[in-house]
């Protein structure tokens, strides 16, 4: 019973799925097999460090792979209000694709600056947005333009909404993105390294707007980034992700207290927390990330970890510790410990 | 805490680093980018001070002047060699030499801060090239011993940056700047560019290299977490000026001024069961070249009161559980004078 209502929950799920990087006649299986379920109106971060496929799995949730690059296999199903839609199969520019992105899924991205068109005003992209997916207006989708810049805490918006993006400030950029995706009211906003750039008391503010508008429009957020305080903070369900693969997945709470993989675990013991002074242990994780052309066989990870055997030359199988909670790997229950 | 009577390697004392903003055809100067506005602090010998604050508010540009790279416009920096007291800015160009050969910078990106074009060895040997190591085998040996003490293989010298990872760069340039046996080193954002996972790794190198060779860091940094867990003692700058300063714990434990408060509670904390109870600051931080009258804090504080409009709170000391904690701020100021009676 319990897990049909869950089944319902879900807005959006990707199974399986596999891309891969084509480049100098050379394979970088970027995401291998990777699955998870986002909840309506909840938080899903995927959390890893640079270069392990986060950003990659978005943007082949979004179609917005580069060239040279391509989902190979797997699933990614969107459960919209008049039934599933399988995003994998739709052609990239396509009709189905084009008024998918932008209105139902959305996406925020690391660098406002590089994001944001220079030449064309707020207003004008907002707008844009507005008018391809609602069917305004001009007047219409300018008078929403500037509600959108105001509702996002933008001061002065019947003038900012006729200015470029570089008379913004960083902050106030992010912000203007998050009013642009938050435009047509998706279902699931897709926010990559949203506050990277930014300092942190702007960061704090831009987080608390994400969370207010989550729970005012029940949007479901996929937060990708590489910052365990604000997955721990931030969302409800966590997926760490090594070189390609989800190794621990499940609720936040879960997953922090009790980490089942020793990737997390040594990531969670590697950062210093605040107000614990100069008397913490940092654990530092020996060695570097692999060469994704040149990846060990097996485990991933098992050239860095400390409960590192023979078994680990092959790939451990998905397992759940509990319900929710899943990891990837042989010995899981001596980590537990 | 006993207070210990501590041995000053630096002392700045009034330092200004402005920038001239120019326009026109004539390049008339319109205006100063007060990036660096009147910081007087004290670095003991084999502390580590920790700098922190937010982009733009002048602590690269303080580390910078420190070693003479960006020229401060007023001000002094009285660095004792040996126990015999030199201003830094006065220094002809020979000393200066000697005295670089005491303070040393590792830079934030360690992709832009080594030579494409050099291998290891190239770019580690001309600062010792400079400062009379004139054998080859010399300086090949004393890199070798450098890289080991980074945790890294001698025979790694020879080869080019593109072939080391973000960490290892770092690594190395941390190498060349310990090469010619400095006293200070200035660690600009020096783990910011890292990922986490590698983070570490250099922090505790960091710690390690400081207690072996008796160095003195200044370390800045706008990641709280991290400043916290190497400093001794940490000074908060907000928009070229130091409001509060004081020691690490202390700093911690009793945070006095509303901007540090708000910093430190924008933090996001990777504890279970701990939500931050959060002060979210108005609006951004003000341009420095057009910052606020009085108080540069005042439009973002929640504190605001009349007099941090005009008049500009001063850095004053308080002594607070032995030790000593300085705080820029009037309603601090009026509160440990009983004169405040608003709420915090």
Redesign the interface.
């Known amino acids: 019973m319990e897990k049909e209502i869950r089944e319902n929950d879900v807005i959006l799920r990707v199974k399986d799925l596999k891309t891969f990087f084509y480049t100098n006649n050379r394979c970088n299986r970027a995401i291998n097999g990777v699955s998870f379920d986002i909840r309506k109106g909840k938080t899903l971060s995927i959390v890893g460090e640079s270069g392990c496929g986060k950003s990659v799995t978005a943007s082949s949730i979004m179609q917005l792979l580069p060239e040279l690059s391509r989902i190979e296999e797997g699933e990614i199903t969107y459960f919209s209000s008049d039934g599933e839609v399988s995003i994998e199969k739709l052609p990239k520019n396509g009709k189905k694709m084009r008024s998918l992105r932008g209105s139902d899924i959305a996406m925020i991205f690391q660098d406002p600056m590089t994001a944001l068109n220079p030449v064309y005003t707020i207003g004008f992209q907002i707008v844009e947005n507005l008018r391809a997916h609602m069917n305004m207006s001009r007047k219409e989708a300018k008078k929403r333009a500037v509600e959108l810049l105001a509702q996002m805490g933008i001061p002065n918006p019947e003038q900012r909404v006729n200015e470029y993006p570089h008379q913004f400030s960083g902050g106030m950029r992010q912000r203007a993105m998050i009013a642009m995706a938050m435009s047509c009211n998706p279902k699931v906003l897709i926010a990559d390294e949203p506050t990277t750039a930014l300092d942190v008391t702007i960061q704090a503010q831009i987080f608390e707007l994400m969370m207010k508008l989550k729970e005012d429009f029940d949007t479901a957020i996929l937060l990708i980034t590489h910052d365990m305080g604000v997955v721990n903070e931030v969302s409800d369900d966590m997926a760490v992700m090594y070189m390609g693969n989800i190794v621990e997945s499940g609720e936040t709470r879960d997953v922090i207290r009790h980490p089942a993989h020793p990737y997390t675990k040594a990531l969670l013991q590697s950062i210093p927390i605040l107000g614990k002074g100069r008397n913490q242990d940092l654990e530092p994780i020996r060695g570097s990330t692999p060469d994704p052309y040149n990846r060990p066989v097996g485990c991933q990870f098992r050239d860095r970890c400390d409960y590192m055997t023979e078994k680990c030359g092959e790939m451990p199988p998905e397992e759940m510790v509990s319900e929710d909670h899943m990891v990837r790997c042989w010995h899981w229950k001596e980590v537990l410990k | 805490m006993m207070k210990k009577e501590r041995e000053v390697l630096l002392s700045l004392n009034n330092v200004k680093t402005y920038f001239p903003v120019k326009k026109g055809v004539m390049k008339k100067t319109v205006g100063y980018v007060k990036a660096v506005d009147d910081i007087s602090i004290d670095v003991y010998k084999g502390e580590t001070l920790g700098l922190v604050g937010?982009?733009g508010c002048g602590k690269t540009t303080l580390g910078k002047s420190i070693l003479q790279l960006v020229p401060a416009t007023d001000g002094e920096m009285n660095y004792s060699f040996d126990g015999e007291v030199k201003d830094l800015r006065t220094l002809d160009r020979k000393s200066l030499d000697a005295a670089r050969k005491r303070m040393q910078i590792v830079f934030q990106d360690p992709h832009s801060s080594l030579n494409p074009a050099f291998t290891i060895y190239q770019s580690l040997s001309d600062p010792l090239k400079k400062f009379g190591v004139d054998k080859k085998e010399d300086r090949r040996k004393i890199i070798g011993d450098l890289l080991e003490s980074v945790n890294m293989r001698a025979e790694y010298m020879d080869r080019y940056p593109h072939e080391f990872?973000g960490?290892?760069r770092q690594r190395i340039g941390i190498a060349r700047a310990l090469s010619v046996n400095p006293e200070l080193i200035v660690c600009d954002e020096a783990v910011s560019a890292l990922?986490?996972?590698?983070?570490?790794?250099v922090?505790?190198l960091l710690k390690k290299l400081k207690e072996e060779r008796d160095l003195t860091y200044i370390f800045i940094t706008?990641d709280?977490?991290?400043v916290?867990?190497?400093?001794?003692r940490i000074a908060v700058m907000y928009l070229g000026r130091i409001v509060e300063l004081a020691e690490?714990?202390e700093l911690?434990k009793n945070k006095l001024h509303p901007y540090t408060q708000?910093?430190?509670?924008?933090?996001?904390?990777?504890?279970?069961?701990?939500?931050?109870k959060?002060i979210?600051?108005e609006?951004?931080?003000p341009s420095p070249m057009n910052p606020p009258s009085g108080c540069s804090f005042h439009p973002r504080c929640s504190y605001c009161m009349d007099v941090c409009k005009v008049e500009r709170p001063a850095l004053k000391k308080y002594e607070i559980d032995g030790t000593d904690h300085y705080v820029a701020c009037h309603m601090v100021e009026q509160k440990k004078e009983g004169k405040y009676n608003g709420e915090i």
């Open positions: 937010e982009s990872s960490g290892q990922d986490v996972s590698i983070q570490a790794q922090l505790n706008h709280l977490s991290v916290e867990y190497i400093s001794d690490a714990d911690y708000a910093l430190l509670s924008a933090i996001f904390v990777a504890e279970p069961d701990r939500k931050t959060r979210i600051l609006g951004d931080v």
